[in-house]
């Protein structure tokens, strides 16, 4: 099991050039929005607040970069496909995820999350294509089984 000794978030961005230097490995945690990424990393990191969780979705609108123990990034991202943003940010918000998976050499691994509770999305399903077509591994993580209800 790995011990998380240290964790930090060092630094959010907006596009490649603010992403960190150097050659540290990441995990990008993607998903809709509301899905339960800044809560996964928190569970992940043994922690209670350390990514910011809000009831309200799309509040999430930078890459955020969580340092742990000095040795990889793991790297909560806006949420795609929520509704509130206007075409044009949610074009650009597009935009920016797709470059960040498709030319950050750091990136070793994606967590793609999907609420168990509904069919994928066509936006889940396009951004699992073109993780997969980068030939980064990409893991597909069910969340919100804790909201189900199953009556006997």
């Known amino acids: 099991m790995f011990k ?5 978030l060092v630094t959010s961005a907006l596009e490649l050039g603010q992403m960190p230097a150097g050659a540290l490995p990441e995990t990008a945690i993607i998903g809709r929005s509301n899905v339960g990424k800044s809560s996964l990393i928190n569970s992940l990191l ?8 809000s009831s309200q979705p799309g509040k999430t609108r930078l890459m955020n970069f ?3 123990n000095e040795a990889l990034y793991r790297v909560d991202v ?27 050499r750091q990136l070793r691994l994606v967590l793609q999350l999907v609420d168990i509770r509904h069919a994928p999305s066509p936006d889940d399903c396009a951004f699992h294509l073109l993780v997969k077509n980068t030939g980064i ?10 909201k189900c209800c199953v009556h006997a």
Do not use: H
């Not at 998380?4 to 930090?8: I, L, N, R, Y």
């Open 4 to 8: 998380v000794v240290s964790a930090e």
């Open 46 to 53: 043994s922690r209670r607040a350390l990514a910011r969780i």
């Open 66 to 68: 969580y340092l742990i």
């Open 78 to 104: 806006p949420g795609y496909g929520y509704a509130k943003f206007s075409q044009t940010e949610r074009a650009a918000t597009r935009q920016r995820l797709q470059d960040y998976l498709q030319r950050r």
């Open 137 to 146: 591994p990409v893991k597909v993580v069910a969340t919100k089984a804790d």
